[in-house]
Structures are given as C-alpha cells and as structure tokens.
C-alpha cells in the first residue's frame, strides 16, 4: 500500500540496499556506491503514486500483472511483457495480490551519450511497450534477468555489465523499431505520435460513451484499417484493449475512493451494464469489483 503523501515527502522510502526520495512529483534516486544502477524485485501488493525522474525505467513482470500509468494512459504489463518509461515522464505503478516483477532504474547518460543512439533520439528516446510475440522480448527480458543475477552478486565491475546489457537492449530497439520507422516513412504509411496521442485524448474524454472505432478513425482523419494499423503499433493497444483499459482504470479509482453503487460505477466508467462491468473486471482483475473493493477501498 502507499504510504500518506505528507510522509512519503518528509520520510525516504527505505530499502534493503538504499531508499528513494519523493519531493512533489520529482522523485531523486539513490544508487550503490560507485553505481548509477539500481534493481529491485517485489513479490507483494504495493503501490508508488505519480512520480518522475531523471532515470530511465524498467519493469519486467515475472508473474500475474503489474500495472503502469505513463501520461494519464494505463497499460497492463502481464506475465513476461515489458514496458521502458524515458527519463521525466510522469507515471505511476501498482501490483497486487500473487504478483512479481523487477524494477530496474539507470541514469541514462552512459547509454544516450553515444553517436548512433543520439541520432535514433526520437525513435529511441521514447516508451516502449514490449507484448508478448514481439520479437525482440525474449532476447530483452533474457539479458534484464542476467543484469538482475548480476546485481545480485555484487561482482566486480557489475554497474558496467549492467550497463553493457543495457546497450545490448538498444541496439535490439533500434533494430527492430528504427528499421519499421524507415520502412513506413519511406512508404509513406507513418502516423505522427501527436495523432495517436491526440486519438488517445479524445478516448480519455469520451470513454463513457458508446465509442467505435470507425469515430476514433474519423477523428483523426485515417481509415479505420490503417489507423488500427497505427495505432497498435504506438501504444502495444488495439482500439478496443485500449478503451477498456481506460474503463477499467476509472472503475478501479471509483471503486477505491468511492462508497458509489456499482450501477453508478458501471455507468461513470462507460460499461453498458453491471453484468458486463463484472464480466471484464473479473477477468482482468481476477476478483469481482466487489471483492476488490473490500480489499482496497479506503472507507
């Protein structure tokens, strides 16, 4: 559970090998000596609220879900999938119940100081969301279990093996993503991110509304074939997975922070009906939202 913002703020979050400051949103990061690398594995229900920070970030998860808010957009990270977050870009994380995953921070200097990565910035420099069936995650979550093994162990000059994993990882992303991207510029069939995001936000205004993806497509002015097209390979989302994640994500907050029926829930959250609002929070979440409320509400 997270701990009453007044005290997060006067009091580090303490760890086995080091602690993290939150003062505001801007979060500071302590590393091991002579390190600017950090891991941490967490197997328990725990929460860390809207944060930022100067250091890129990791998470892998090893079992169940974790789930992971980057800019106002909510992506459930399942078993064996992925998500890189960028240096200064707002997100929060949750896990809960029968849930594992690994946590990697690193300074981003030693990795977006070379020539190659700082000419591939835009397309590197950015969130990645590894599902899977992508090609490269197998090989990206095998070299992150050998940086945690290697952390682990403390052995001699493993910042600097972290760090070498770290440019492997890059040069899996550039390959994979920065060829697609020449690929679509030179054909002609990119969208520009600031489409996508701006589809996103309209999502997030209408969510409660009966949404189709032929309206989303209109709206950004593409056919809804080739704007799913788009849109899937800029968030890791279908149109649909997205919507729903973004309903789930406001009947979760209801369910948390409100006394709310869950009629009202089921219809502020833009569910058609409670049997429906049941059917896929269940199987998103594993437990009926009155369980999970019971479990998690505040009141």
């Not at 981003?108 to 969301?129: E, I, Q, S, T």
């Not at 279990?145 to 440019?167: A, F, H, K």
């Not at 999502?203 to 899937?232: K, M, P, Q, W």
């Not at 009906?273 to 998103?284: D, G, L, P, Q």
Request: with cysteine; glycine share 6%.
């Amino acid at each position: 559970m997270s701990e009453p913002a007044a005290e997060r703020n006067q009091n580090p979050k303490r760890y086995e090998d080091g602690f993290r400051i939150l003062q505001g949103k801007q979060e500071y990061v302590t590393y091991p000596e002579d390190s600017s690398f950090r891991v941490w594995y967490a197997d328990s229900p725990w929460k860390f609220e809207i944060h930022r920070h100067s250091a890129v970030e990791v998470v892998l998860t090893l079992e169940g879900t974790v789930e992971v808010t980057v800019e106002g957009t909510c992506y459930t990270v399942r078993e064996r999938e992925v998500i890189i977050i960028p240096p200064d870009m707002s997100h929060e994380i949750s896990m809960g119940e029968g849930s594992r995953r690994l946590l990697f921070l690193y300074e981003p200097d030693g990795v977006y100081g070379l020539r190659d990565v700082k000419r591939a910035a835009k397309g590197l420099d950015r969130l990645f969301v590894l599902r899977d069936g992508a090609d490269v995650l197998p090989e990206i979550r095998r070299l992150l279990l050998d940086i945690w093994q290697v952390y682990r162990t403390g052995e001699p000059m493993w910042n600097t093996w972290c760090y070498s994993c770290v440019l492997r990882i890059y040069a899996l992303l550039g390959r994979e993503y920065l060829r697609v991207q020449e690929n679509d510029d030179r054909n002609g069939s990119s969208v520009d991110p600031e489409v996508i995001a701006g589809a996103m936000s309209y999502i997030n205004s209408h969510y409660r509304d009966d949404l189709t993806l032929d309206e989303v497509a209109n709206f950004a002015g593409f056919s809804r074939y080739y704007f799913s097209r788009c849109f899937r390979q800029q968030t890791g989302y279908t149109f649909r997975e997205y919507l729903s994640q973004k309903r789930l994500q406001v009947a979760t907050d209801l369910l948390i922070r409100s006394r709310k029926s869950m009629q009202e829930v089921a219809e502020e959250s833009g569910f058609g009906s409670v049997a429906t609002f049941n059917r896929v929070f269940r199987e998103a979440r594993d437990c009926t939202p009155t369980q999970y409320r019971a479990i998690h509400g505040i009141y």
